[in-house]
């Protein structure tokens, strides 16, 4: 299965604009340019669509996770929080945190734990970023 969406950028790197388009129609249009992506303005980013990948992915991968456990979720509250960083080459995403809440009818802490840490290694988001992942997980 092959999912898509196109970008594109008018001008140079400091002073252009860009928008970036979902085939689903999620979004259209999505405006991003360099001062919201490696500055402080307000906006969108590339690392926020990662962001948005990644808590979407690992919340369905724990999900799954945790029903073969036979626990499960009432509800999986996710966030993931992506850090791009200046490095030698230019800029790189580094990290991208997770953190998570679940509400489980029948609680259990390890197996627990162990679907989530399966759930952050097995989700195919977290298998295409070529950085570090850190995980809080919490039950509700």
Same mark, same amino acid.
């Given at each position: ?41 307000a906006g969108s980013s590339p690392e926020e669509l ?5 808590a979407s992915c690992f919340a369905m991968a724990l999900? %799954? ?7 499960? !979720? ?5 966030? &993931?929080?992506? +850090? $791009? @960083?200046?490095?030698e080459s230019g800029f790189a995403v580094t990290s ?18 162990? %679907? ?7 989700? !195919? ?5 070529? &950085?570090?992942? +850190? $995980? @809080?997980?919490?039950?509700?």
């Amino acid at each position: 299965m092959k999912r898509f969406a196109s970008a594109n950028w008018k001008g140079g790197l400091k002073g252009g604009q860009g928008t970036v388009t979902a085939a689903s129609g999620a979004f259209t249009n999505l405006p991003y340019n360099f001062v919201q992506r490696f500055e402080s303005g307000a906006g969108s980013s590339p690392e926020e669509l990662i962001a948005a990948a990644h808590a979407s992915c690992f919340a369905m991968a724990l999900s %799954a996770e945790l029903e073969r456990a036979g626990l499960p !979720p009432e509800n999986v509250d996710a966030k &993931a929080t992506v +850090t $791009l @960083d200046k490095v030698e080459s230019g800029f790189a995403v580094t990290s991208s945190h997770l953190e998570v809440v679940v509400k489980l009818s029948a609680p259990d802490q390890a197996k627990f734990e162990q %679907a989530a840490n399966a759930a952050k290694a097995g989700c !195919p988001i977290s298998k295409l970023l070529n &950085a570090k992942i +850190t $995980l @809080d997980a919490k039950l509700a």
